[in-house]
């Protein structure tokens, strides 16, 4: 969509957890992303708040691992296809 309207810089606003991992998804999309994280009330209980970064800690590297392949294809679009041909 933000593509399809020309695009290429984006304002990210969410929670403080969830910020770096949103911020990455918009760069592996090829976008320029900037952050905010959003002035709400923090998690009253300490259990509660450590619950979101765990899970965000945990969301963050599988992130990674999926965005492997995306950045390969990218990758080989801006390089282009090897040749094998020998000359």
Do not use: N
């Amino acid at each position: 969509m933000l593509r399809q309207r020309g695009w290429s810089r984006v304002l990210v606003v969410t929670d403080r957890y969830h910020l770096p991992r949103a911020l990455f998804a918009f760069w592996i999309c090829g976008l320029r992303a900037v952050g905010s994280a959003t002035p709400g009330k923090p998690a009253r209980r300490l259990r509660q708040r450590w619950y979101y970064y765990l899970r965000e800690g945990l969301a963050l590297p599988w992130y990674l691992v999926r965005a492997v392949p995306v950045l390969l294809r990218r990758r080989r679009q801006v390089v282009g296809p090897q040749s094998t041909a020998r000359p």
